[in-house]
């Protein structure tokens, strides 16, 4: 466990468990909320039932930032076969804490976790609805590619792909 001190208030991170999959589903529901067409559905993200297991076993973590007893916001990674490129995943702040820093400091903390592990290149996949998340990878090296994906989703979801070589 670590403690973050944002702007006005503190926070603290943790490796999330498989019982912190209702609050962060809740906390991702939440969010997406926040957009119009689109929708959580667990089906689509079934790693967020048991997410300590699930990016566990693909040589990853699955963290959570608690306020007040709360989940507030996420972050997660999992290693690429080859163990040179790692895949950040779940990047999700709730819009009461944002402006504390918090997307930065958990992208930050990813990276030098992978970077420990000499991961030499960080990945991404971001709703193209993501605009101020775009605008945090952009701010932090991250190359937006001109590869794009469509899930097939309920939410008919378009994601741009994005890279940096750390």
């Not at 689109?38 to 790693?47: G, K, N, T």
Request: hydrophobic letters at 40%.
């Amino acid at each position: 466990m670590a403690k973050y001190y944002g702007r006005s208030r503190e926070y603290l991170i943790r490796e999330a468990l498989d019982s912190d999959g209702p609050c962060v589903q809740r906390l991702i529901a939440d969010i997406f909320s926040e957009y119009e067409g689109v929708v959580f559905v667990l089906d689509e993200l079934p790693d967020l039932e048991a997410p300590r297991r699930a990016f566990k076993e693909r040589g990853g973590c699955f963290y959570v930032v608690e306020h007040g007893g709360e989940v507030v916001a996420c972050v997660a990674f999992v290693m690429e076969a080859d163990l040179l490129r790692a895949e950040l995943y779940r990047l999700y702040v709730d819009k009461n804490h944002r402006g504390e820093g918090l997307g930065q400091h958990l992208l930050e903390k990813v990276e030098r976790i992978v970077r420990a592990k000499h991961v030499q290149e960080m990945h991404l996949w971001t709703d193209v609805l993501f605009v101020d998340a775009h605008r945090l990878y952009m701010r932090n090296g991250y190359t937006k590619l001109k590869e794009n994906r469509a899930l097939n989703d309920v939410s008919d979801t378009i994601e741009f792909h994005f890279t940096k070589v750390l």
